[in-house]
């Protein structure tokens, strides 16, 4: 830990920096660690993208579709308890 720094702060610099992204972002941003067990209800906010993908011959109605949660830099993601 730096002079006059916390370790949580240190933890938060460490994690951004580890998915490529300035660690000054830990100061003006909150982190908290939770375990999030099956049958746990949450709620995820942020923004969706819903792709769409042909998988054989399958009428237009039943495509696959697959949802990704993306992070914006308008639009933050957050996951919190319900």
Same mark, same amino acid.
């Given at each position: 830990?730096?002079?006059?720094g916390?370790?949580?702060?240190?933890l938060?610099?460490?994690?951004?920096? %580890?998915?490529?992204?300035? @660690?000054?972002? $830990?100061?003006?941003?909150?982190?908290?660690? #939770? +375990?999030?067990?099956?049958?746990?209800?949450?709620?995820?906010?942020? %923004?969706?993208?819903?792709? @769409?993908?042909? $998988?054989?011959?399958?009428?237009?109605?039943? #495509? +696959?579709?697959?949802?990704?949660?993306?992070?914006?830099?308008?639009?933050?993601?957050?996951i919190?308890?319900?």
């Amino acid at each position: 830990m730096r002079a006059g720094g916390s370790a949580k702060l240190d933890l938060e610099q460490s994690f951004v920096a %580890r998915h490529g992204q300035p @660690a000054d972002l $830990a100061r003006n941003s909150g982190f908290w660690e #939770v +375990v999030i067990a099956i049958g746990d209800r949450i709620r995820v906010q942020g %923004r969706a993208l819903v792709e @769409a993908y042909d $998988a054989g011959e399958r009428p237009y109605r039943d #495509v +696959v579709r697959r949802v990704r949660i993306l992070a914006h830099p308008g639009y933050p993601l957050t996951i919190g308890r319900r």
